[in-house]
């Protein structure tokens, strides 16, 4: 553990709260997670787990004060496109598909190719996003060639290509919110697979869901969220996943942590 | 490891279950051309049908070019405005503020013009004119939220008015002889008198076609029209993309307003009134969603040349002219049906 203390976090939040209206959805919560680490952050609905994720994304921006780090530098005018080009995907929990459009547009939204002249590098999407597929997804035995639409797709398929998008662009982070919702057996264990090699690459990965025996397997430490507030920070080899039960439901009946 | 096996197995997947019987289509192949172009096919097949029923009706009148030159010379006068609104009913918005923005953006252009200002320079204030106009409603709508409907009924108003202020009620004659090289780049007549304004329709047709296809602004017109939260999500800038479409329409409708005033030769300052329903008309009968997120240039030019052959043809066909609106109202019913039974058909 001592060497890990010297070691740059790849995103460090210090101090950082959202508050909508009169609501704090999340407050002071310091957090980091390092490279090659996965961070299960576990916690009620409404316990703050797609705010915070939103708000390291630059999707909402923190209240004054808040600070967030990647890498050690500190990130000013944060935004969704800046988190993307640094290295910041997610998987989001409403997948954040457009149902009417091609796999292609989808898999490149906000992040679109251009060659020459600054035009859209239409045939060269169209191939990537089909090799991906092949590559990548696995979901399905027949290949899907890139030009149908989202909409022509099972749960498990636009899972898929959500996943396929985060995997494309080289992210340093991936952040998986409820990847298992409304998956098959098959589909959930091939994302957990997935989750296991973001950590064999070597990059890091925060992983949300409400189920337990999803989470524990694959991750190293585990952050619980309760009302908006850190409860509980542990390293996953240091809690039996009985204690952990235990402690999850004593902290939803008295709102204190004790494992 | 082993607990994620035992628990894993224990979860229900009714989900996946639907989710199977829904995927029908064979997706290994691209979808087939009546999927992805059965709409425009549509759109083409009335066009083609209402030309042959003016044809069978008054073949004398239809077998000469006079009345396509008639056509081709009014048509433009909305159709032009209609390519660019395409891309502002894709996002899922409106605009029913262009024809005053036609009047506003001309005032500059006579103000400059007469304040000794050079040709180039007074055509170029009147397309900024109607770009910030247009940037006002971008921001107003995709800023503050406003509803697109309400708030370009609302500076639909003030642009009139302030037009009508400006130049005290009153019209500008457009015919000092130094006006004439714009004259005739935007209304001249071409090999066989083809109104110039029609050349104009085909440029900005290409070239609206090849933005909404092939930029990054384009893409990201119809990933905001099907799902904005999707496309925030994903980085895409939703406000400046709704500012950039509003301001589009701002200076394609300066351009027509020179277009149409060049036509008569004269700035009546009541410009632009009676272009909003036949524009607004030849995008959706054009088969843009009037839900957002699909819609095609090349579809918005078969409807706007639907609506002007209407305009054209119905009186030439020799049908009582008090009929016109009701053929009208007629055509633009069934093709809009048409369009929801195709894409009911083409989705499952």
């Given at each position: 553990?001592?060497?890990?203390?010297?070691?740059?976090?790849?995103?460090?939040?210090?101090?950082?709260?959202?508050?909508?209206?009169?609501?704090?959805?999340?407050?002071?919560?310091?957090?980091?997670?390092?490279?090659?680490?996965?961070?299960?952050?576990?916690?009620?609905?409404?316990?703050?787990?797609?705010?915070?994720?939103?708000?390291?994304?630059?999707?909402?921006?923190?209240?004054?004060?808040?600070?967030?780090?990647?890498?050690?530098?500190?990130?000013?005018?944060?935004?969704?496109?800046?988190?993307?080009?640094?290295?910041i995907e997610t998987v989001y929990q409403?997948?954040?598909?457009?149902?009417?459009?091609?796999?292609?547009?989808?898999?490149?939204?906000?992040?679109?190719?251009?060659?020459k002249l600054g035009l859209l590098d239409?045939?060269?999407?169209?191939?990537?996003?089909?090799?991906?597929?092949?590559?990548?997804?696995?979901?399905?035995?027949?290949?899907?060639?890139?030009?149908?639409?989202?909409?022509?797709?099972?749960?498990?398929?636009?899972?898929?290509?959500?996943?396929?998008?985060?995997?494309?662009?080289?992210?340093?982070?991936?952040?998986?919110?409820?990847?298992?919702?409304?998956?098959?057996?098959?589909?959930?264990?091939?994302?957990?697979?997935?989750?296991?090699?973001?950590?064999?690459?070597?990059?890091?990965?925060?992983?949300?869901?409400?189920?337990?025996?999803?989470?524990?397997?694959?991750?190293?430490?585990?952050?619980?969220?309760?009302?908006?507030?850190?409860?509980?920070?542990?390293?996953?080899?240091?809690?039996?996943?009985?204690?952990?039960?235990?402690?999850?439901?004593?902290?939803?009946?008295?709102?204190?942590?004790?494992? | 490891?082993?607990?994620?096996?035992?628990?894993?197995?224990?979860?229900?997947?009714?989900?996946?279950?639907?989710?199977?019987?829904?995927?029908?289509?064979?997706?290994?192949?691209?979808?087939?051309?009546?999927?992805?172009?059965?709409?425009?096919?549509?759109?083409?097949?009335?066009?083609?049908?209402?030309?042959?029923?003016?044809?069978?009706?008054?073949?004398?009148?239809?077998?000469?070019?006079?009345?396509?030159?008639?056509?081709?010379?009014?048509?433009?006068?909305?159709?032009?405005?209609?390519?660019?609104?395409?891309?502002?009913?894709?996002?899922?918005?409106?605009?029913?503020?262009?024809?005053?923005?036609?009047?506003?953006?001309?005032?500059?252009?006579?103000?400059?013009?007469?304040?000794?200002?050079?040709?180039?320079?007074?055509?170029?204030?009147?397309?900024?004119?109607?770009?910030?106009?247009?940037?006002?409603?971008?921001?107003?709508?995709?800023?503050?939220?406003?509803?697109?409907?309400?708030?370009?009924?609302?500076?639909?108003?003030?642009?009139?008015?302030?037009?009508?202020?400006?130049?005290?009620?009153?019209?500008?004659?457009?015919?000092?002889?130094?006006?004439?090289?714009?004259?005739?780049?935007?209304?001249?007549?071409?090999?066989?008198?083809?109104?110039?304004?029609?050349?104009?329709?085909?440029?900005?047709?290409?070239?609206?076609?090849?933005?909404?296809?092939?930029?990054?602004?384009?893409?990201?017109?119809?990933?905001?029209?099907?799902?904005?939260?999707?496309?925030?999500?994903?980085?895409?800038?939703?406000?400046?993309?709704?500012?950039?479409?509003?301001?589009?329409?701002?200076?394609?409708?300066?351009?027509?307003?020179?277009?149409?005033?060049?036509?008569?030769?004269?700035?009546?300052?009541?410009?632009?009134?009676?272009?909003?329903?036949?524009?607004?008309?030849?995008?959706?009968?054009?088969?843009?969603?009037?839900f957002g997120g699909a819609g095609s240039?090349?579809?918005?030019?078969?409807?706007?040349?639907?609506?002007?052959?209407?305009?054209?043809?119905?009186?030439?066909?020799?049908?009582?002219?008090?009929?016109?609106?009701?053929?009208?109202?007629?055509?633009?019913?069934?093709?809009?049906?048409?369009?929801?039974?195709?894409?009911?058909?083409?989705?499952?």
């Amino acid at each position: 553990m001592s060497d890990t203390a010297v070691v740059t976090p790849v995103i460090e939040l210090k101090n950082v709260s959202k508050t909508f209206g009169e609501v704090q959805s999340i407050k002071d919560i310091d957090f980091h997670i390092n490279a090659g680490e996965i961070v299960g952050l576990l916690g009620d609905n409404g316990a703050g787990k797609s705010t915070l994720i939103k708000t390291i994304m630059g999707f909402h921006t923190p209240d004054p004060g808040g600070e967030i780090y990647f890498k050690g530098e500190l990130l000013k005018d944060w935004n969704v496109h800046k988190a993307r080009d640094i290295g910041i995907e997610t998987v989001y929990q409403e997948r954040a598909l457009c149902d009417q459009q091609s796999i292609w547009r989808n898999m490149f939204m906000g992040r679109e190719r251009r060659g020459k002249l600054g035009l859209l590098d239409v045939a060269g999407m169209r191939k990537e996003a089909a090799r991906l597929m092949s590559e990548h997804m696995g979901f399905t035995s027949n290949a899907v060639h890139p030009e149908n639409t989202v909409m022509t797709m099972s749960g498990g398929e636009k899972q898929g290509v959500a996943i396929a998008r985060a995997l494309y662009f080289h992210a340093e982070v991936v952040i998986l919110d409820e990847p298992t919702m409304g998956l098959s057996l098959s589909e959930t264990k091939k994302t957990l697979n997935f989750i296991r090699s973001i950590k064999e690459a070597g990059k890091s990965a925060i992983f949300i869901d409400h189920n337990i025996f999803h989470v524990y397997p694959v991750v190293d430490r585990i952050i619980i969220l309760d009302r908006g507030s850190i409860a509980a920070s542990l390293v996953k080899d240091e809690i039996p996943i009985e204690n952990l039960m235990e402690g999850l439901q004593h902290l939803a009946r008295t709102g204190s942590w004790s494992a | 490891m082993a607990i994620d096996e035992t628990y894993l197995a224990q979860e229900p997947s009714g989900d996946s279950r639907a989710d199977a019987e829904e995927v029908k289509a064979d997706r290994s192949k691209p979808p087939s051309v009546w999927r992805r172009f059965g709409l425009q096919i549509g759109i083409g097949a009335v066009g083609a049908l209402i030309w042959l029923l003016f044809l069978i009706s008054a073949p004398v009148v239809f077998l000469k070019p006079s009345i396509y030159l008639a056509f081709a010379s009014t048509t433009p006068l909305f159709l032009i405005i209609a390519l660019a609104l395409t891309f502002v009913i894709i996002t899922g918005e409106i605009d029913l503020s262009f024809p005053a923005v036609m009047a506003l953006s001309m005032v500059s252009f006579t103000w400059v013009f007469q304040n000794g200002g050079f040709l180039g320079m007074a055509f170029l204030a009147a397309i900024v004119t109607g770009a910030l106009a247009g940037a006002f409603n971008g921001y107003l709508v995709g800023k503050m939220g406003i509803p697109a409907v309400v708030i370009t009924i609302g500076t639909s108003f003030l642009f009139r008015g302030l037009e009508l202020a400006a130049m005290s009620g009153s019209g500008f004659p457009l015919t000092d002889p130094a006006m004439d090289p714009l004259k005739q780049v935007l209304v001249g007549r071409w090999f066989f008198g083809i109104p110039m304004q029609f050349i104009w329709v085909v440029i900005f047709a290409i070239l609206l076609w090849a933005l909404l296809n092939r930029t990054r602004f384009g893409s990201h017109v119809f990933l905001i029209g099907d799902n904005a939260t999707s496309a925030k999500l994903m980085g895409v800038n939703v406000m400046w993309t709704k500012v950039g479409v509003f301001m589009l329409v701002g200076a394609m409708a300066a351009f027509a307003g020179m277009v149409a005033s060049f036509e008569v030769s004269y700035f009546w300052p009541t410009l632009g009134e009676g272009t909003l329903l036949n524009t607004i008309a030849a995008v959706f009968v054009g088969g843009t969603s009037p839900f957002g997120g699909a819609g095609s240039i090349f579809g918005t030019l078969i409807g706007g040349l639907i609506i002007g052959a209407l305009n054209a043809g119905i009186v030439s066909a020799g049908i009582n002219a008090f009929w016109t609106q009701a053929v009208f109202g007629f055509v633009i019913v069934v093709s809009l049906i048409m369009q929801v039974v195709i894409q009911k058909r083409v989705r499952n």
